[in-house]
């Protein structure tokens, strides 16, 4: 059975990157963060993500709520490894 490690996040903080960068290869199958629908001022940060963690990023434009990013997220994971 293949672990992921799913984060939704709305809005983040200058801290998360310090957060997922935490994580190491090995810990999960799977790394993926969703966006929440946090806007353009945060993309940045989602970009920085992408960049400098082992996370993914899931992006959509408008806020559905922890558990709708969380359904996102799963039926992502579940399109990567069924």
């Known amino acids: 059975m293949k672990k992921a490690l799913?984060?939704?996040i709305y809005q983040p903080e200058s801290g998360i990157l310090p957060y997922l960068k935490q994580f190491k290869e090995g810990d999960f199958d799977y790394f993926l963060v969703v966006d929440d629908?946090?806007?353009e001022k945060y993309q940045d940060?989602?970009?920085e993500v992408k960049k400098k963690t082992l996370?993914?990023?899931?992006?959509?434009p408008n806020n559905r709520g922890k558990g709708g990013a969380l359904k996102a997220g799963i039926a992502r994971l579940l399109e990567i490894d069924p």
């Open 6 to 8: 799913l984060v939704p």
């Open 37 to 39: 629908g946090s806007g």
């Open 45 to 47: 940060r989602f970009e």
């Open 55 to 60: 996370f993914a990023v899931l992006s959509y």
